[in-house]
């Protein structure tokens, strides 16, 4: 199994699917059909039912039940977009088997290594076989990974009819990066009882709780006038979004943060003298501190705006997901199967909270209670992203055991 893993990742990472937070089509780029159309000429190949792909990117498909008892509809979800924060495009995965415990190079040109100084987690993987970038893209294990998994899960049940098993519903979704993943997904049609996400980090994570997630942009409109005669004039926009950054708590920010505290987190910055725009997220897990943040990020757009004058500071503030738990916990069965899966495998569970979101926490809200399984990975979005073989291995496994328990 593991060399077919193996396989299928690498053929998955190499299309590019990066999503775009600047459009307004869905999905968001129209490269994420080239991998979706694949998946569903895989899917049907193997023999699924009602396999389809809709104009917005959403494949569905079925695993018809091999057993006559009752057993639940689980359905198992990931997405095929990769992140806008590096480029998915041209992925020249590297292999590093028997890997030694020590630092890997990435790319001798550019002088990049993936050290255990800054990543100690590495050392957990020695004698394991790595998966590394070449340190000029991300890897886009996030979230190929978790599609791999389904679908080596998928092909096993198929090859092994022995095994008995209840319905199962398969979903890949586009534009998860983005947090439109799930702006279009029909539940009902679904028809899942409950899922489970592929989409957490390293072997063991299990989660139910995650982020509230807001989005705000601000714009901020200048007075460009000629330097040499600016005195009491010029209304510098770059200066400006500058300034109402430092407004906001210097240690709440995601490098002073973790666990269960929350942040504001700059990700864009683009302007001129004349007109700037600032991009934000805005997390916490805790319902009534995330409405705070909220509240204080629109307070510093005012004070800016009495400073400076009315309408010079706009802001756009949307809230984007809420934290499953409370959609989630009604149904805890469905945590306690995974992580009694992962203790029958010897896989021990780390149930923590996301510091992130996944299709889970809103498709939760929309009626299929959905947690989030480990997917393998490390170091998501960037150049330093690696996923030890092994883990897409015990995810897959995972998969197959929870299936199991249900069918009992």
């Given at each position: 199994?593991k060399?077919?893993?193996?396989?299928?990742f690498l053929?998955?990472?190499?299309?590019d699917t990066?999503?775009d937070?600047?459009s307004?089509?869905?999905?968001s780029t129209?490269k994420?059909f080239?991998?979706?159309?694949?998946?569903?000429d895989?899917?049907e190949?193997l023999?699924?039912?009602?396999?389809?792909?809709?104009?917005n990117?959403y494949?569905m498909?079925?695993?018809?039940?091999?057993?006559?008892r009752k057993?639940?509809?689980?359905?198992?979800i990931?997405?095929?977009?990769?992140?806008p924060?590096?480029?998915?495009?041209?992925v020249?995965?590297?292999i590093i088997?028997?890997y030694d415990?020590?630092?890997?190079?990435l790319?001798?040109e550019l002088?990049?290594?993936?050290?255990t100084?800054d990543?100690p987690?590495?050392k957990e993987?020695?004698?394991?076989?790595?998966i590394?970038?070449?340190?000029?893209?991300?890897?886009?294990?996030d979230?190929?990974?978790?599609v791999?998994?389904?679908?080596?899960?998928v092909?096993?049940?198929?090859?092994?009819?022995?095994?008995?098993?209840?319905?199962l519903k398969?979903?890949?979704?586009p534009?998860e990066?983005?947090g439109?993943?799930v702006?279009k997904?029909?539940?009902?049609k679904?028809g899942a009882?409950?899922?489970?996400?592929?989409?957490g980090?390293?072997v063991g994570?299990?989660?139910?709780?995650n982020?509230?997630?807001?989005g705000a942009?601000?714009?901020?409109q200048?007075?460009n006038?000629?330097?040499?005669?600016?005195?009491?004039?010029m209304?510098?926009?770059?200066l400006m979004?500058?300034?109402?950054?430092a407004?906001?708590?210097?240690?709440?920010?995601p490098?002073?943060?973790?666990?269960?505290?929350?942040f504001?987190h700059?990700?864009k910055?683009?302007?001129?003298?004349e007109k700037?725009?600032?991009?934000y997220i805005i997390?916490?897990h805790?319902?009534?501190?995330f409405e705070?943040?909220?509240?204080?990020?629109?307070?510093?757009?005012?004070f800016?705006?009495?400073?400076?004058g009315?309408?010079v500071?706009?802001p756009e503030?949307?809230d984007?997901?809420?934290?499953?738990?409370?959609?989630v916990?009604?149904v805890y069965?469905?945590?306690?199967?995974?992580?009694q899966a992962?203790?029958?495998l010897?896989?021990?569970p780390?149930v923590?909270?996301?510091?992130g979101?996944t299709?889970?926490a809103?498709l939760?809200y929309m009626?299929?209670p959905c947690p989030n399984?480990f997917?393998?990975?490390h170091n998501f979005h960037?150049k330093?992203?690696?996923?030890?073989?092994?883990?897409m291995e015990?995810?897959?496994?995972?998969i197959?055991?929870?299936v199991?328990?249900y069918s009992?």
């Amino acid at each position: 199994m593991k060399q077919d893993i193996l396989s299928r990742f690498l053929r998955y990472v190499s299309i590019d699917t990066q999503s775009d937070d600047s459009s307004n089509s869905m999905p968001s780029t129209s490269k994420q059909f080239d991998m979706l159309r694949m998946l569903r000429d895989e899917l049907e190949s193997l023999g699924l039912e009602d396999v389809s792909l809709d104009e917005n990117g959403y494949i569905m498909a079925t695993l018809p039940a091999t057993t006559t008892r009752k057993a639940p509809v689980i359905g198992f979800i990931a997405h095929v977009d990769t992140a806008p924060d590096m480029s998915g495009a041209n992925v020249k995965p590297q292999i590093i088997k028997n890997y030694d415990g020590g630092s890997i190079v990435l790319n001798k040109e550019l002088n990049l290594e993936l050290t255990t100084a800054d990543f100690p987690e590495l050392k957990e993987y020695v004698g394991q076989t790595m998966i590394v970038t070449d340190g000029t893209t991300l890897l886009g294990a996030d979230d190929k990974a978790g599609v791999t998994e389904i679908m080596a899960a998928v092909e096993y049940l198929v090859k092994h009819p022995e095994i008995e098993h209840g319905t199962l519903k398969i979903g890949f979704t586009p534009d998860e990066e983005i947090g439109r993943g799930v702006d279009k997904f029909d539940v009902k049609k679904f028809g899942a009882d409950f899922a489970y996400t592929m989409d957490g980090g390293g072997v063991g994570e299990l989660e139910y709780e995650n982020f509230n997630a807001a989005g705000a942009k601000v714009f901020i409109q200048g007075r460009n006038i000629h330097p040499g005669y600016a005195k009491s004039k010029m209304l510098n926009a770059i200066l400006m979004a500058m300034e109402f950054n430092a407004l906001l708590p210097v240690f709440e920010r995601p490098e002073f943060t973790q666990d269960y505290e929350g942040f504001y987190h700059l990700i864009k910055m683009d302007g001129s003298v004349e007109k700037a725009s600032i991009q934000y997220i805005i997390r916490d897990h805790d319902k009534v501190k995330f409405e705070h943040k909220k509240a204080f990020f629109l307070q510093c757009i005012d004070f800016m705006n009495k400073r400076y004058g009315e309408k010079v500071f706009t802001p756009e503030l949307k809230d984007q997901y809420f934290n499953m738990r409370e959609m989630v916990e009604p149904v805890y069965h469905v945590v306690e199967t995974a992580r009694q899966a992962m203790v029958e495998l010897g896989i021990e569970p780390k149930v923590v909270p996301i510091r992130g979101g996944t299709d889970g926490a809103r498709l939760s809200y929309m009626g299929l209670p959905c947690p989030n399984i480990f997917a393998g990975g490390h170091n998501f979005h960037g150049k330093f992203e690696y996923i030890p073989l092994e883990s897409m291995e015990k995810a897959v496994q995972v998969i197959l055991k929870i299936v199991e328990k249900y069918s009992a």
